[in-house]
């Protein structure tokens, strides 16, 4: 029979590896394992936060700017609610069309495998 604290030490070690294991490495993890494209969010983010209801936040070092069929900029925090195939309840990203910039408030992705994105600004729904 084991002594009691090798029992409990034992018991800790396994605990801890549990948690370690499915707590998501980063940012680009999360996407994914919610049918997103890695590439929604620029490269280099280094700090994120996440609950369990879904809601995210995203630190970057510096606003940035990406190039898709429209031009998206970035802000420094960039937050939102996560489900599976999209993002609801987005700020911090914003979209240019016709010379005008409009925040974006949902990304969807209807099916994964297709390489659609919808950006929805509200005014102006694009894919």
């Given at each position: 029979?084991l002594p009691?604290?090798?029992?409990?030490?034992?018991?800790?070690?396994?605990?801890?590896?549990?948690?370690?294991?499915?707590?998501?490495?980063?940012?680009?993890?999360?996407?994914?394992?919610?049918?997103?494209?890695?590439?929604?969010?620029?490269?280099?983010?280094?700090?994120?936060?996440?609950?369990?209801?879904g809601?995210?936040?995203?630190?970057?070092?510096?606003?940035?700017?990406a190039k898709?069929?429209?031009?998206?900029?970035?802000?420094?925090?960039?937050?939102?609610?996560?489900?599976?195939?999209?993002?609801?309840?987005?700020?911090?990203?914003?979209?240019?069309?016709?010379?005008?910039?409009f925040?974006?408030?949902?990304?969807r992705?209807?099916?994964?495998?297709s390489?659609?994105?919808?950006?929805?600004?509200g005014?102006?729904?694009?894919?």
């Open positions: 029979m009691q604290f090798l029992i409990l030490f034992l018991l800790s070690i396994s605990t801890h590896l549990f948690v370690s294991a499915s707590e998501p490495s980063s940012i680009y993890d999360v996407l994914r394992s919610n049918g997103l494209p890695m590439g929604l969010l620029p490269n280099g983010v280094k700090d994120f936060s996440l609950d369990e209801a809601r995210f936040v995203v630190y970057l070092d510096q606003e940035c700017n898709f069929e429209n031009e998206l900029h970035y802000d420094r925090n960039v937050s939102g609610t996560l489900s599976y195939g999209q993002i609801a309840g987005l700020s911090g990203i914003s979209a240019q069309d016709l010379f005008l910039w925040p974006v408030k949902e990304i992705v209807d099916v994964p495998s390489g659609l994105i919808f950006f929805d600004v005014i102006v729904y694009k894919q």
